[in-house]
């Protein structure tokens, strides 16, 4: 099982970004997705839940209105679009399966400063 995670970390206050994350090595389209970050001195905090068919979602209070998860099974990736970006969103920024043990993406540091 992989998962690859991607998109550009660094960004103004205010801004967007989009994160993808590809996934191999299972059935994809039979799992929920999820984001999760872990701030600096935190602890990890789940962002935001796809389900299988995609029809589903569920986020964090905190970024609820910001930030959009998807998926393509097609092309077994997940999304997350962020929005309206602010220096608490800064984290590391990782995607996960449930399936079997669970797996983890390598996470991608997410930095929101001017």
């Known amino acids: 099982v992989q998962l690859v995670a991607s998109g550009r970390g660094l960004v103004q206050p205010g801004g967007s970004l989009r994160l993808n994350c590809a996934a191999s090595g299972f059935t994809f389209c039979n799992y929920n997705m999820r984001w999760y970050r872990q701030a600096p001195g935190k602890e990890r905090e789940l962002v935001a839940t796809?389900?299988?068919?995609?029809?589903?979602?569920d986020y964090a209070d905190s970024v609820k209105g910001r930030f959009t998860i998807s998926r393509d099974n097609a092309a077994s990736t997940v999304y997350l679009k962020m929005n309206s970006l602010n220096p608490e969103d800064t984290a590391v920024y990782y995607c996960y399966t449930p399936y079997l043990r669970g797996y983890w993406g390598q996470g991608i540091q997410v930095t929101v400063t001017t």
């Open positions: 796809i389900s299988s068919s995609g029809r589903t979602t």
